[in-house]
């Protein structure tokens, strides 16, 4: 993908990915979006823009936000903005690299990626098979989902899938992902059936569009729209609706839930570090590590419910006050 054209377009992109992969909430992009406008007027009086930054010139933005008294949480939130609006462009390829991942910031407690437990998977998945209109709509929404927990894949990822990959009924996907990288991603048995019954399905339906005159797809997963493919924001929605089908907590699920959902169950049945960072498709293995902190804070939580120890403490503790 080509880089914006102007700041403006940078940011409305990022806002638009951070919606629809992470279901970012609306007052999160409202914050982004006048922190990044922020920046973008602080470098344009400066005749520079996003595309052309140095870490220098990040670094001199942000000493300028100390100079006008803005807080530590101000300061700490907008490089972070700044830092994901850098990751994003570097994975769509706009740059090379990211100016402000090597900035340290005035400090701010990272929280931990949300995931979900494999009982709310399975009802999601159960979810996705009775969810639709029509029959292919269910099988479409089962195939869609079982890849996307089997792989781990980004969405953005999942719905740009050529049905070339999927042909031969694989044991591994070749996905292109973020920067033109590619990676292989084992299928499980149940996401390669659902792929093998949506295909014939595909083909049923490429047979008709060719019967009519119309032009065929490349796209596993096509759509009528501009892009050819479904769309991120189109299964953000989709997810939602089958969370409240299967009884999960919507404000838990999101497409990048999923993604968490598969690396942290993966660690936690013994699965090598360096393995989910390959399937991820990480170039760095500090980003997989925040899977490790998960895992921990779930077993701290598990425990703390369910040990006849820690309840007896908590218990003796409730007594006192």
Do not use: M
């Given at each position: 993908m080509s880089a914006p054209r102007d700041d403006l377009q940078w940011i409305s992109t990022f806002l638009e990915a951070q919606a629809a992969e992470a279901g970012a909430a609306r007052n999160t992009l409202l914050a982004y979006?006048?922190?990044?406008?922020?920046?973008?007027?602080?470098?344009?009086?400066?005749?520079?823009?996003?595309?052309?930054?140095?870490?220098?010139?990040?670094?001199?933005?942000?000493?300028?936000?100390?100079?006008?008294g803005l807080s530590q949480a101000t300061r700490a939130r907008r490089l972070s903005a700044l830092r994901q609006l850098y990751q994003f462009a570097f994975e769509e390829g706009w740059r090379n690299d990211?100016?402000?991942?090597?900035?340290?910031?005035?400090?701010?407690?990272?929280?931990?990626?949300?995931?979900?437990?494999?009982?709310?998977?399975?009802?999601?998945?159960?979810?996705a098979r009775q969810t639709g209109r029509k029959p292919e709509d269910r099988l479409r929404n089962t195939c869609l989902m079982e890849l996307l927990y089997a792989t781990g894949m980004r969405v953005s990822e999942l719905v740009s899938?050529?049905?070339t990959a999927a042909r031969g009924d694989p044991n591994m996907l070749l996905v292109l992902g973020k920067g033109g990288k590619e990676r292989m991603v084992p299928l499980s048995p149940p996401a390669r059936e659902a792929l093998r019954v949506w295909l014939q399905i595909w083909d049923e339906a490429e047979a008709a569009?060719?019967?009519?005159?119309?032009?065929?797809t490349k796209f596993l997963f096509p759509s009528r729209g501009k892009d050819g493919h479904l769309t991120r924001h189109w299964f953000y929605l989709l997810i939602k609706e089958l969370a409240v089908t299967g009884g999960v907590d919507p404000q838990k699920v999101t497409p990048h839930t999923l993604r968490h959902a598969f690396a942290t169950?993966?660690?936690?049945?013994?699965?090598?570090?360096?393995?989910?960072?390959?399937?991820?498709?990480?170039?760095?293995?500090a980003t997989t590590e925040i899977y490790t902190h998960v895992l921990d804070a779930r077993l701290s939580e598990l425990v703390l419910e369910h040990h006849p120890l820690a309840r007896s403490t908590i218990k003796d503790r409730q007594d006192e006050q």
């Open positions: 979006g006048r922190d990044l406008k922020d920046a973008a007027a602080w470098l344009s009086h400066r005749q520079g823009d996003f595309a052309k930054a140095s870490r220098g010139d990040v670094e001199a933005y942000l000493i300028n936000c100390d100079a006008e990211n100016p402000a991942i090597q900035i340290k910031g005035p400090g701010r407690a990272k929280k931990l990626p949300k995931t979900l437990e494999v009982i709310e998977v399975d009802r999601l998945l159960e979810a899938l050529p049905v569009r060719q019967a009519k005159g119309k032009p065929s169950h993966l660690l936690a049945n013994g699965a090598d570090l360096r393995a989910i960072q390959a399937l991820l498709g990480h170039a760095d293995i």
